[in-house]
Every structure is written in C-alpha cells, then in structure tokens.
C-alpha cells in the first residue's frame, strides 16, 4: 500500500488550500481517514478526522474553517482550509486505517502548509 499527499503550500493569512491523500496498492477498504499536523517543536495533533460513513470531527481550533471529505471510489481523503491563520502552520499528514489482510494504519508523508503575508 502505498499513500501519497499532495496540496501543500505557501498562502497568505485568510487564503485557502485543499490537501489531497490518496491510497492505492491492493486495499479492501478503509475505514476512518483523517488529518493530523505537527508544528515545529509542537506535539503532532489531530485536525480532523471521518468515518467510512461520513460521520466528521474536528479540532476545535479549525471548526467551521476547515472540511473533511471523502471519495470512497477513489481511496482518497481530502482536507479543505478556509480562512487559513499564521497558526494553521505546519506540517500535515493523512491518516488511514486501511483493510488489506489486516487492518493497519498507514501515514502519508507530509505537506508543509506555510500561512504567511
């Protein structure tokens, strides 16, 4: 299995982006998929989070400016940022505990995500 994240960047306080993470490689399903990020010098800590029904939540830093989603066709989870703040900065990584022949939970690789004017 392989996961892969894409849709970082630099974006001025107040701008938006949308993160992408996708799976592939021979998965039977999977089950919650979520976001987590870790700033310099910070522990790593959860953004948001969604069940294979749909089923959301979220830190209480990012409720109401940032949206989970997902495509269950595609094996994918996205993260849209809205409204972005200095303090959004970090590093983020997807989370996905996916169904092989075992359930693991398998981490992307990061994307820097840099709020700056």
């Known amino acids: 299995v392989q996961v892969v994240e894409s849709g970082g960047g630099l974006v001025q306080p107040g701008g938006s982006l949308r993160l992408s993470c996708t799976a592939s490689?021979?998965?039977?399903?999977?089950?919650?998929m979520g976001w987590y990020r870790q700033a310099p010098g910070k522990v790593r800590e959860l953004v948001a989070r969604i069940s294979y029904g749909g089923t959301t939540n979220y830190a209480d830093s990012v409720q109401g400016r940032f949206t989970i989603s997902r495509d269950n066709a595609k094996n994918t989870v996205y993260l849209q940022m809205n409204s972005l703040k200095p303090e959004d900065t970090a590093v983020y990584y997807c989370n996905l505990l996916i169904l092989t022949t075992t359930l693991t939970d398998y981490w992307g690789q990061g994307t820097q995500v840099t709020v700056s004017s």
């Open positions: 490689g021979s998965i039977f399903s999977i089950n919650a």
